[in-house]
Nanobody
Framework: QVQLVESGGGLVQPGGSLRLSCAAS????????MDWYRQGPGKQRELVAA???????NYADSVRGRFTISRDNAKNTVYLQMNSLKPEDTAVYYC????????????WGQGTLVTVSS
């Protein structure tokens, strides 16, 4: 019914930047909050950033000032601009969205790997 597809992950050196994208498609009536989570090696999945339908962002303390979340409602897409990357940002990044489809539910993407290493 709803598919979320992330892109933009890869290998980057410490201090570098990456931009992740997540596009939602399928039977969509409305998209409410869109979020980015991450799960590092041996760690639990954690919320990185969230953005409401009217564009209000919220960030985890660990990324505030370095990451920027944004969305394009016309394209059903959410972005995560990541600057000043650190090795501890290495993780699989997942997109999540609360979507009104045939029912209102939470949908996940498949994840995209970000590796920060020299």
């Amino acid at each position: 019914q709803v598919q979320l597809v992330e892109s933009g992950g890869g290998l980057v050196q410490p201090g570098g930047s990456l931009r992740l994208s997540c596009a939602a498609s399928g039977s969509i009536f409305s998209i409410y909050t869109m979020d980015w989570y991450r799960q590092g090696p041996g760690k639990q999945r954690e919320l990185v950033a969230a953005i409401t339908s009217d564009g209000t962002p919220n960030y985890a303390d660990s990324v505030r000032g370095r990451f920027t979340i944004s969305r394009d409602n016309a394209k059903n897409t959410v972005y995560l601009q990541m600057n000043s990357l650190k090795p501890e940002d290495t993780a699989v990044y997942y997109c999540n969205a609360e979507v009104e489809s045939t029912y209102r539910g939470s949908w996940w993407g498949q994840g995209t790997l970000v590796t920060v290493s020299s």
